[in-house]
Nanobody, 127 residues
Framework: VQLQASGGGLAQAGGSLRLSCAAS????????MGWFRQAPGKEREFVAA????????YRTDSVKGRFTISRDNAKNTVYLQMDSLKPEDTAVYYC?????????????????????WGQGTLVTVSS
């Protein structure tokens, strides 16, 4: 299984970036997909997730109204559209895949629920 994250880079505050995560070696349509991030000196934190079963999305409060997660099962890819970027969004962003069946937010934010992780892509937002 491979999860290849891309799309990171340098953006100005208020700008946008779109992250992609291409999956291979798994039945993508049966996996919940999540994005997590880790800022320098901080623990990894949940950003957003999308369910495999009904496409329901989950986002942490700090990105609601700014970030959108989506998936294209035909392309085995999950996206994270990031708008209105802030310097505090600076982090390495990781995509993750998990087969758990759960409709509760608490499941999606838990990194231990995910089976596979990508290598991360760095997002830097300048003020």
């Amino acid at each position: 299984v491979q999860l290849q994250a891309s799309g990171g880079g340098l953006a100005q505050a208020g700008g946008s970036l779109r992250l992609s995560c291409a999956a291979s070696g798994l039945t993508f349509s049966t996996y919940n997909m999540g994005w997590f991030r880790q800022a320098p000196g901080k623990e990894r934190e949940f950003v957003a997730a999308i369910s495999w079963s009904d496409g329901r999305t989950y986002r942490t409060d700090s990105v609601k109204g700014r970030f959108t997660i989506s998936r294209d099962n035909a392309k085995n890819t999950v996206y994270l559209q990031m708008d209105s970027l802030k310097p505090e969004d600076t982090a390495v962003y990781y995509c993750a895949a998990g087969t758990f069946y759960c409709s509760a937010y608490r499941c999606y934010v838990n990194s231990y629920e995910y089976d596979y992780w990508g290598q991360g892509t760095l997002v830097t937002v300048s003020s």
